[in-house]
């Protein structure tokens, strides 16, 4: 039997647009200047963390210990080179299929949220133009405990006023498809099946994804 399904949930970074190389290589530099490298598979444990969390990891990661004010610093100048990076980001970067989906959504009345863990979602949705899509957007500034837990997902739930066991989340990170079970809600992996292997299905990208496509794999699930 089909699961109800009355909203979806969209992560931003990794499923709306591809930012993470750019919140990559400003962690890659950041970490070449205290003196240490980081690889992409340690970057699976940085996705859909927040700011202040990746800066603990990366020092740990590198052995390094730094007072508060300078960790501070640390994600500063992070989201300097962020913000540099992502600066020209326009509506062409929002990622295939995405936007004839959110459309096929918004026609069949489907509430719609973003719930990503990013501070700088709201300024990433404007700039790619999508920000009227969505009847709710809870990022990072609006919670208090990062991916994996659940509060992002169950705020957006909230705002929107339906049941979580109603909404589906898109993730493309470990933490956000650990925070949306944690949440009750079904979660459609964006990426690799082996590394969201917590996911109730995953799917490659949003290239000829509709209501009926979700409904099928809801279906199959
Ligand atoms: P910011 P998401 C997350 O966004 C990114 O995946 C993660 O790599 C980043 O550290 C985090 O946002 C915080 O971002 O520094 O911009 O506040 O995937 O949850 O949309
Ligand atoms: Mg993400």
């Known amino acids: 039997m089909t699961r109800k399904i009355s909203a979806c949930i969209f992560d931003m970074d990794g499923v709306l647009v591809h930012t993470e190389m750019h919140h990559f290589f400003a962690w890659k530099r950041l970490a070449k200047t205290l003196g240490f490298t980081i690889d992409e598979e340690f970057n699976e444990k940085l996705k859909g963390v927040s700011r202040t969390v990746c800066i603990d990891l990366i020092l740990e990661h590198g052995g390094i210990q730094k007072t508060q004010h300078e960790k501070n610093k640390l994600a500063e100048q992070k989201n300097k080179w962020f913000l540099e990076s992502v600066s020209s980001i326009n509506e062409n970067d929002v990622l295939p299929g995405v936007i004839d989906f959110l459309q096929d959504l918004r ?115």
């Open 107 to 221: 026609k069949n009345s489907y509430k719609m949220a973003v719930g990503s863990a990013s501070k700088n979602a709201p300024l990433l949705l404007e700039k790619m133009g999508i920000t009227s899509f969505f009847d709710a957007i809870i990022d990072g500034n609006k919670i208090q405990n990062a991916k994996p837990h659940p509060e992002v997902f169950l705020r957006a739930a909230q705002e929107l006023a339906i049941d979580p066991f109603e909404c589906v989340v898109f993730e493309d990170a470990q933490s956000g498809v650990e925070a949306a079970k944690t949440a009750g809600m079904f979660c459609v992996g964006v990426g690799d099946p082996v590394v969201l292997f917590k996911a109730d299905v995953c799917i490659q990208n949003f290239v000829d994804m509709n209501l009926l496509k979700l409904h099928q794999l809801l279906d199959i699930a």
